[in-house]
Each structure stands twice: as structure tokens, then as C-alpha cells.
């Protein structure tokens, strides 16, 4: 039991001791938890203050945050979050307006990629020139766009956070770089224009000081750019011009452009003309200098004053021309009281043989040289012109009297007499002059030409190298020639030309050879015209080329219906102008006659004279052998009258030498018409050529030809020129066979 107390008594004690460390620890425990309570509390107090924060954080964070999304969404610019290798973690939309891309598209690729690559390395070397000091760096490249077009980029970058990467924003400036490239252009296009100008070009300021000038003003002064900085305003311009100059110079400071002409002396000491143009510069409204355009236009002033001179003056003499001639004559009508003066109206006879014979330099000589001796025989204060060709008018003013005209007159008529050495050869020829008075002849200039004009015709037609007074008897001849020329343009047109045709005889035989066709022109009331009188006229008017084919190809038709109605054939000779010879085609102008009328070329003979010939010896030649080609006779019709050669002579391809009737009418009673036939036959028969004589009139004659073995001949001794119908009859009549002992032929 004791044993059982006692152990009751030790558990109790136990327990007692058990309950005592357990009091113990709570009391402790109690301490501890007080304590802890404590750190609890302030545990708690302190997570409250840091939870409150943290919800302050991210409210402020949350904001944040929509600030950025709605700048990252908003945003015009692009806003890029990019890596240290240009890899793109964030980007704002605006990206999908600018590039074309939307922010997928472009979020995890490099920049690089949609940057030209010619790019790449400067924007690489500008973001890796970001240090601590220079957190900030902006640079311009270029980004090819989704659509294939290029934008350009203005970058402002910066460090962020402490990963190696940067935020950067980037603003389209392709307007604004496209506007610069434009204005850029523009200035370097404007700078060309300035530098490279074929005219000089310089800037002053208000003061007139030279701000700057292009090369053109230096090669135009021989200044160079710094001697022209130097230079006063005014050293350039001629003293005599200076203070124009300034006024120009000042109206343009008061806003209005200025042209005008001066002149400048070079470096060099040569003062040449210019045409000058000065321009305001204007800045925001104002006038703040003037621009200087000069151009050199000595040469174009020197051509202008060259054609004025030749407005006014004959450049081959130098002589007033028919404007200024016109010009004096109608001041000294206009004065009052106009004193008598008087017009002689001058032609030098053969010039134009001279021009074919020796040649347009030795023509144009020969003018100079008249012009000269005319100036020399005149006062000095009367006009000497020329109107052209080789036509000359002196004006005689304040004459004295009639006679003294006569006696200018004569000594102009003795001055072009003399002899002129033109390049080796001693040339004389003469003038016709013909004169008006005023006012006696005319109160006008073209009633004054006019009238000396056909006093001269007159002395011309008359007895060239002569001089006439005008009478008004000389305007109804005019009056008819013109009315001739008039009539003869439509003559052709009205049928109004006739062939008649003389006989050409071989007085050996009777037999008719040949014929000879001569053109007649009846006139409706002037009755029938014979060749003298209207072939020179057609020949002025330049219709005798249509004339002269008519006379061939009617000639050759006549020719061809005789031989169709089995007469006897004969050559039919044809008379062919000087203009038709040297004219080129000449021969296919034939051709087309004969393949017209059928006529053979041998039943054609040509006849042109020495002077016709020798007009366009050159051309004639080359038209005769090609003639001679074909088949055609050639005679030279009245030998001995022209001008021609032996040595010409012998080189043409002719066939026949018809002996001009001048020498044949006198023969029997003039020794030396008679020697000058009978050498003539005999160089003919030397030559192997042919021999005509023509207007044989007397049975002595053709016997004195005879005798001499010339057979060939023609005259009123066999008929003169017969209408066709007769000739017709007369080749029907025997056989084309005439009695050459008979009296001449009676023709109606």
C-alpha cells in the first residue's frame, strides 16, 4: 500500500512538478505570445502600409500602363521597343499607317530587314555611338514599305532598362525630305543656270556693290572674279552711258525690270555693244539688290546697221539704191519752193554679154568701176545710184540750165567710153542715158523714173551709147509696147501664132532642099507681126521657151503630114533662141516633138546664131553634142555677124554655115562683102561643112555664088516666107522643082 502511497505520493509529485513546468511554460508561452502579438500586430500594421502601397503602385502602374497602350495605339509617330540586335519587341500601331505593316507583321523581325540596305550601316553606327553622357541620339534612314515605295524616318532613340535595349520614335518626314530634295534640286538647278549661262549674269545689292557674277562676265570683260569684286560700280559702263546706266539701275530698285542697249569697255581696252536687263531681287516683298543679265551683241548690231546700210545702199558699188534714191528725190520735191532738177536715167549696152562672155566676177567688176567714174563725174553734191542689174540714176540738183544737163550728159557718156581692164582683158562699152526735169517731166519720183526711164529705152533702141531729153510722145510708144507684151501672154492661148515657111533652093537642080520655118503672129487688130518685132518682147517676158516649142513641134508636125502625103522631102529648118540652146533638157524637149509628129531626126535642121551661141557657150556645146547624138542638123545662122571663134568654131559639132544676107546684098558692088562670101564658102567647104547663102535677090548674086560652089541658097529671088497652103502647092507643083532662071516667085 506504502508502497502503492508512495508511489501515489511520487506521481502526485510528478504530476505536481509536471503541473508547475507546465504553468511555467504557459506563463512563458503566455510571455512569448504576448510578444508575439506584439511583432503580429506590427507585422500586420506594417503589411497593411506595404499593401496599400503596392495597391497605390499598381493603380499608378495600371495607369500607366493605359498612358502607354494608348500612346503605343494612338500614337502618329512609331514607337519601337527594340534590342541591342534591332530585333522588335514593341511597336506602336502607327507602324500599319506609315510602313504598310501591322504590328504582328513587324514584332519579333529585325529593323533591318525593311530598312534600304544602303542604310544599315549608318543607322547601325548611330545607335552604337549611345553612351551615358549622350543618352540621346537621332539619325535618318530610309524603309522600303509594304507597297514597295520608300518612307523616309527622322529617329530619336534612347537606352532602356538595363537589358542592352532602346525605345526609339520615329516620325515620317518623306513630305518634308521630298519638299528639301525639291528645293535642294531647285537651288542646284538655279546654280547651274547662273554658273553655266551663255550671258553674263551678276547680283548687286542697293548700294550697287557686286555681291556675285557668273563666268560668263568674266569672259565678257576679260575681268577676272576678284579684279570684278574690286571694280567701282560704273568702271565698266562707257562714261558717255554712265548716268543711263544709273537710272536704270534705280528704276529697277523702285521694282520695275529694265532693257536696254549700252556699251561696256573691257579689260582689254575694246568697247563693245550689250543689251542689258536688270531684274529687282525681291525677298519677303522687299527689294533687296537687282540681278544684271548682260549679253554681247556687237555682232547682231553690226548685222542690224549691215542691213540697214543695205535697206538704203547697193552692197555690190555702195551706191544709194532705189529706196534711198527715192527717199532724196521726195525730200527735195517736199521743200518749198523746190528748185529745177534733173534724173538721168542710165543702161550699159552689152553688160549682159560681158556677164555670159567673161564671167559674173568680171560682170560685178565692171559695175564698181562704172560706179566709181560715174561718182567722178558729177559735183559732190549731187546723187549717184543703182537700181540693179546694170541700171544707175544720177539726180542733178539745182541745175543751172538745159544745157548744162547736156553737158553732165555727154561727160557721163564719155567716162563709161574709156576703156576698162578688167583681169587682163581691155573692155570699152557704152551707155544709153535717158533724162526727165522736174517738174516740167513729172511732180512726182515714179511719174520722174518713169519717164527718164523711156527716154533712156529710146536712146537705147535708137542709137545705143546716145543720150535723150524725154518728149511725151515717148509714152504712147511705151503704151503700145505694153500693150503688145499684154496681148502677146495670151497669144499662144488664142491660136493667134502662124509658121510661114521660105524655100531653101539647090540652084544646081531647082530642086527645094529645104524650108526654113518663120513664126508670124496675126494679131486680132494689128494685122500680122512679124519675128523683129515680137520675139525681143517674148524673150523679155520669158516666154519664149513656150514659143520656140511651139514653132518646133508645129514645124515638125508639118513636116511629117508632107512627107505622110507623099511630097518630096525637105529638111525643115528651125530658128532655136539663145535661152532655148543653153537651157537644160533642151534636147528632151526635141525628143518629145519628134516622137509627137513622127518626123525623123534627120528631116530636122537647128539654126541658131554666132550671138545666141556665144551667150552660154558651155551649156550650147553640151546641148549641141547631145543634139548631134540624136540625129539632128546644126547650122549657125547669119555667119559673121556674132562674135564667134575660129577656135570656137571648129569644136562645135555643126553642119552647115549659112552667110548672113548683109553680105550678100551688097557682094556685086562691095569688094569686101564680095571677099568676105567667097572666104566664108571656102572655109566652109574646108571645114566638110554645108553653105547656105541667104537673101539672094538678083540673078547676078546666085551667079556670083555659083561661080564660088555655093548652091544652097534662099531669097526673093526663089519666094520669100509663104503661108503653108502655098508652100504646099508649090512642093506639089513639078515635083518641088522651081525655075531658078525665072523672075522671083509672085505670092499673094
Same mark, same amino acid.
Given at each position: 500500500?506504502?508502497?502503492?502511497?508512495?508511489?501515489?505520493?511520487?506521481?502526485?509529485?510528478?504530476?505536481?512538478?509536471? @503541473?508547475?513546468q507546465n504553468?511555467?511554460?504557459?506563463?512563458?508561452?503566455?510571455?512569448?505570445?504576448?510578444?508575439?502579438r506584439?511583432?503580429?500586430? =506590427?507585422?500586420?500594421?506594417?503589411t497593411?502600409?506595404?499593401?496599400?502601397?503596392?495597391?497605390?503602385?499598381?493603380?499608378?502602374?495600371?495607369?500607366?500602363?493605359?498612358?502607354?497602350?494608348?500612346?503605343?495605339? +494612338?500614337?502618329?509617330?512609331?514607337?519601337?521597343?527594340?534590342?541591342?540586335?534591332?530585333?522588335?519587341?514593341?511597336?506602336?500601331?502607327?507602324?500599319?499607317?506609315?510602313?504598310?505593316?501591322?504590328?504582328d507583321?513587324?514584332?519579333?523581325? /529585325?529593323?533591318?530587314?525593311?530598312?534600304?540596305?544602303?542604310?544599315?550601316?549608318?543607322?547601325?553606327?548611330?545607335?552604337?555611338?549611345? @553612351?551615358?553622357?549622350?543618352?540621346?541620339?537621332?539619325?535618318?534612314?530610309? !524603309?522600303?514599305?509594304?507597297?514597295?515605295?520608300?518612307?523616309?524616318m527622322?529617329?530619336?532613340?534612347?537606352?532602356?532598362?538595363?537589358?542592352g535595349?532602346? $525605345?526609339?520614335?520615329?516620325r515620317?518626314?518623306?513630305?518634308?525630305?521630298?519638299?528639301?530634295?525639291?528645293?535642294? =534640286?531647285?537651288?542646284?538647278?538655279?546654280?547651274?543656270?547662273?554658273?553655266?549661262h551663255?550671258?553674263?549674269?551678276?547680283?548687286?545689292?542697293?548700294?550697287? /556693290?557686286l555681291?556675285? /557674277?557668273?563666268?560668263?562676265?568674266?569672259r565678257?570683260?576679260? +575681268?577676272?572674279?576678284?579684279?570684278l569684286?574690286?571694280?567701282?560700280?560704273?568702271?565698266?559702263?562707257?562714261?558717255?552711258?554712265?548716268?543711263?546706266?544709273?537710272?536704270?539701275?534705280?528704276?529697277?530698285?523702285?521694282?520695275?525690270?529694265?532693257?536696254?542697249?549700252?556699251?561696256?569697255?573691257?579689260?582689254?581696252?575694246?568697247?563693245?555693244?550689250?543689251?542689258?536687263?536688270?531684274?529687282?531681287?525681291?525677298?519677303?516683298?522687299?527689294?533687296?539688290?537687282?540681278?544684271?543679265?548682260?549679253?554681247?551683241?556687237t555682232?547682231?548690231?553690226? !548685222?542690224?546697221?549691215?542691213?540697214? !546700210?543695205?535697206?538704203?545702199?547697193?552692197?555690190?558699188?555702195?551706191?544709194?539704191?532705189?529706196?534711198?534714191?527715192?527717199e532724196?528725190?521726195? *525730200?527735195?520735191i517736199?521743200?518749198?519752193?523746190?528748185?529745177?532738177?534733173?534724173?538721168?536715167?542710165?543702161?550699159?549696152?552689152?553688160?549682159?554679154?560681158?556677164?555670159?562672155?567673161?564671167?559674173?566676177d568680171k560682170?560685178?567688176?565692171l559695175?564698181?568701176?562704172?560706179?566709181?567714174?560715174?561718182?567722178?563725174?558729177v559735183?559732190?553734191?549731187?546723187?549717184?545710184?543703182?537700181?540693179?542689174?546694170?541700171?544707175?540714176v544720177?539726180?542733178?540738183?539745182?541745175? =543751172?540750165?538745159?544745157?548744162?544737163?547736156?553737158?553732165?550728159?555727154?561727160?557721163?557718156?564719155?567716162?563709161?567710153?574709156?576703156?576698162?581692164?578688167?583681169?587682163?582683158?581691155?573692155?570699152?562699152?557704152?551707155?544709153?542715158?535717158?533724162?526727165?526735169?522736174?517738174?516740167?517731166?513729172?511732180?512726182?519720183v515714179?511719174t520722174?523714173?518713169?519717164?527718164?526711164?523711156?527716154?533712156? +529705152?529710146?536712146?537705147?533702141?535708137?542709137?545705143?551709147?546716145t543720150?535723150?531729153?524725154?518728149?511725151?510722145?515717148?509714152?504712147?510708144?511705151?503704151?503700145?509696147?505694153?500693150?503688145?507684151?499684154?496681148?502677146?501672154?495670151?497669144?499662144l492661148?488664142?491660136?493667134?501664132?502662124?509658121?510661114?515657111?521660105?524655100?531653101?533652093?539647090?540652084?544646081?537642080?531647082?530642086?527645094?532642099?529645104?524650108?526654113?520655118?518663120?513664126?508670124r503672129?496675126?494679131?486680132?487688130?494689128?494685122?500680122? $507681126?512679124g519675128?523683129d518685132?515680137?520675139?525681143?518682147?517674148?524673150?523679155e517676158l520669158?516666154?519664149?521657151?513656150?514659143?520656140?516649142?511651139?514653132?518646133?513641134?508645129?514645124?515638125?508636125s508639118?513636116?511629117?503630114?508632107?512627107q505622110?502625103?507623099?511630097l518630096?522631102?525637105?529638111?525643115?529648118?528651125?530658128?532655136?533662141? @539663145? !535661152?532655148?540652146?543653153?537651157?537644160?533638157?533642151?534636147?528632151?524637149?526635141?525628143?518629145?516633138?519628134?516622137?509627137?509628129?513622127?518626123?525623123?531626126?534627120?528631116? #530636122?535642121?537647128l539654126?541658131?546664131?554666132?550671138?545666141?551661141?556665144?551667150?552660154?557657150?558651155?551649156?550650147?556645146?553640151?546641148?549641141?553634142?547631145?543634139?548631134?547624138?540624136?540625129? $539632128?542638123?546644126?547650122?549657125?545662122?547669119?555667119?559673121?555677124?556674132?562674135?564667134? /571663134?575660129?577656135?570656137?568654131?571648129?569644136? #562645135?559639132?555643126?553642119?552647115?554655115?549659112?552667110?548672113?544676107k548683109?553680105?550678100?546684098?551688097?557682094?556685086?558692088?562691095?569688094?569686101?562683102?564680095?571677099?568676105?562670101?567667097?572666104?566664108?564658102?571656102?572655109?566652109?567647104?574646108?571645114?566638110?561643112?554645108?553653105?547656105?547663102?541667104?537673101?539672094?535677090?538678083?540673078?547676078?548674086?546666085?551667079?556670083?555664088?555659083?561661080?564660088?560652089?555655093?548652091?544652097?541658097?534662099?531669097? +526673093?529671088?526663089?519666094?520669100?516666107?509663104?503661108?503653108?497652103?502655098?508652100?504646099?502647092?508649090?512642093?506639089?507643083?513639078?515635083?518641088?522643082?522651081?525655075?531658078? *532662071?525665072?523672075?522671083?516667085?509672085?505670092v499673094?
Amino acid at each position: 500500500m506504502k508502497l502503492i502511497d508512495e508511489r501515489l505520493v511520487q506521481g502526485l509529485k510528478s504530476d505536481l512538478q509536471s @503541473a508547475q513546468q507546465n504553468a511555467l511554460r504557459a506563463d512563458t508561452l503566455n510571455k512569448t505570445l504576448d510578444v508575439n502579438r506584439g511583432q503580429l500586430q =506590427e507585422a500586420y500594421q506594417r503589411t497593411e502600409i506595404e499593401l496599400a502601397q503596392r495597391r497605390l503602385a499598381e493603380r499608378h502602374l495600371t495607369a500607366a500602363m493605359e498612358v502607354s497602350q494608348t500612346i503605343m495605339h +494612338y500614337s502618329l509617330d512609331v514607337i519601337a521597343l527594340i534590342d541591342s540586335a534591332g530585333e522588335v519587341h514593341e511597336i506602336s500601331n502607327s507602324v500599319s499607317s506609315i510602313w504598310g505593316y501591322n504590328r504582328d507583321e513587324m514584332t519579333g523581325r /529585325s529593323l533591318g530587314e525593311f530598312m534600304l540596305p544602303e542604310d544599315l550601316p549608318g543607322s547601325i553606327a548611330a545607335m552604337q555611338t549611345m @553612351a551615358p553622357d549622350a543618352p540621346l541620339i537621332n539619325f535618318e534612314n530610309r !524603309y522600303r514599305r509594304k507597297d514597295g515605295s520608300v518612307v523616309y524616318m527622322l529617329w530619336n532613340a534612347t537606352a532602356f532598362g538595363n537589358q542592352g535595349r532602346l $525605345i526609339a520614335i520615329g516620325r515620317d518626314i518623306t513630305a518634308i525630305k521630298h519638299t528639301s530634295l525639291q528645293l535642294e =534640286e531647285s537651288e542646284q538647278r538655279l546654280r547651274s543656270l547662273f554658273d553655266h549661262h551663255t550671258d553674263a549674269v551678276f547680283a548687286r545689292d542697293l548700294n550697287g /556693290s557686286l555681291i556675285e /557674277s557668273n563666268p560668263a562676265l568674266e569672259r565678257l570683260t576679260l +575681268y577676272s572674279s576678284d579684279e570684278l569684286m574690286l571694280l567701282d560700280k560704273r568702271s565698266l559702263v562707257i562714261p558717255q552711258e554712265q548716268q543711263c546706266n544709273l537710272d536704270y539701275f534705280g528704276a529697277a530698285l523702285n521694282g520695275v525690270p529694265q532693257n536696254f542697249r549700252s556699251a561696256l569697255e573691257r579689260k582689254d581696252g575694246s568697247v563693245i555693244e550689250v543689251d542689258i536687263a536688270y531684274v529687282p531681287t525681291i525677298v519677303n516683298g522687299q527689294v533687296v539688290g537687282v540681278y544684271g543679265i548682260v549679253r554681247d551683241i556687237t555682232a547682231a548690231a553690226n !548685222y542690224e546697221r549691215h542691213i540697214a !546700210y543695205l535697206a538704203t545702199h547697193d552692197e555690190l558699188t555702195g551706191l544709194p539704191n532705189r529706196t534711198l534714191l527715192g527717199e532724196r528725190l521726195r *525730200h527735195v520735191i517736199e521743200q518749198r519752193h523746190a528748185h529745177q532738177f534733173a534724173i538721168l536715167f542710165m543702161d550699159l549696152n552689152r553688160f549682159k554679154m560681158v556677164n555670159d562672155t567673161l564671167g559674173h566676177d568680171k560682170g560685178d567688176l565692171l559695175l564698181k568701176m562704172t560706179a566709181n567714174r560715174l561718182r567722178n563725174a558729177v559735183r559732190e553734191g549731187d546723187t549717184v545710184a543703182r537700181l540693179g542689174g546694170d541700171e544707175f540714176v544720177v539726180v542733178l540738183e539745182n541745175i =543751172e540750165s538745159i544745157e548744162s544737163v547736156s553737158k553732165v550728159a555727154n561727160d557721163l557718156l564719155n567716162a563709161v567710153a574709156q576703156p576698162f581692164q578688167l583681169g587682163g582683158h581691155e573692155l570699152t562699152i557704152s551707155t544709153s542715158i535717158g533724162c526727165s526735169i522736174y517738174p516740167k517731166d513729172g511732180a512726182d519720183v515714179a511719174t520722174l523714173l518713169k519717164h527718164a526711164d523711156l527716154a533712156m +529705152y529710146q536712146a537705147k533702141e535708137l542709137n545705143p551709147g546716145t543720150f535723150r531729153f524725154f518728149n511725151p510722145a515717148m509714152n504712147v510708144a511705151m503704151l503700145e509696147r505694153l500693150l503688145a507684151e499684154s496681148d502677146l501672154k495670151r497669144a499662144l492661148e488664142r491660136k493667134e501664132l502662124e509658121l510661114y515657111y521660105q524655100p531653101r533652093i539647090d540652084v544646081s537642080t531647082g530642086f527645094i532642099v529645104g524650108v526654113e520655118a518663120l513664126v508670124r503672129w496675126r494679131h486680132p487688130e494689128r494685122g500680122l $507681126i512679124g519675128p523683129d518685132d515680137f520675139i525681143p518682147i517674148a524673150e523679155e517676158l520669158g516666154i519664149i521657151g513656150e514659143v520656140g516649142e511651139w514653132v518646133l513641134n508645129t514645124a515638125c508636125s508639118q513636116n511629117r503630114a508632107w512627107q505622110d502625103a507623099g511630097l518630096l522631102p525637105v529638111k525643115m529648118a528651125v530658128n532655136i533662141s @539663145a !535661152y532655148q540652146i543653153s537651157e537644160a533638157g533642151f534636147a528632151d524637149v526635141l525628143l518629145r516633138g519628134l516622137e509627137a509628129s513622127g518626123l525623123s531626126p534627120q528631116w #530636122l535642121e537647128l539654126e541658131i546664131t554666132e550671138t545666141s551661141l556665144m551667150k552660154n557657150i558651155e551649156a550650147s556645146v553640151v546641148n549641141l553634142h547631145e543634139l548631134k547624138r540624136i540625129g $539632128i542638123s546644126i547650122s549657125i545662122d547669119d555667119f559673121g555677124t556674132g562674135y564667134s /571663134s575660129l577656135a570656137y568654131l571648129k569644136k #562645135l559639132p555643126i553642119d552647115t554655115l549659112k552667110i548672113d544676107k548683109s553680105f550678100i546684098s551688097d557682094l556685086i558692088h562691095d569688094a569686101d562683102d564680095a571677099s568676105i562670101v567667097t572666104a566664108t564658102i571656102a572655109l566652109a567647104h574646108n571645114m566638110g561643112l554645108e553653105v547656105v547663102a541667104e537673101g539672094v535677090t538678083t540673078s547676078a548674086q546666085m551667079e556670083f555664088l555659083v561661080d564660088r560652089n555655093c548652091n544652097a541658097m534662099q531669097g +526673093y529671088l526663089f519666094s520669100q516666107a509663104i503661108p503653108v497652103d502655098e508652100l504646099t502647092q508649090v512642093l506639089k507643083k513639078n515635083l518641088g522643082r522651081m525655075d531658078v *532662071h525665072r523672075s522671083p516667085v509672085a505670092v499673094s
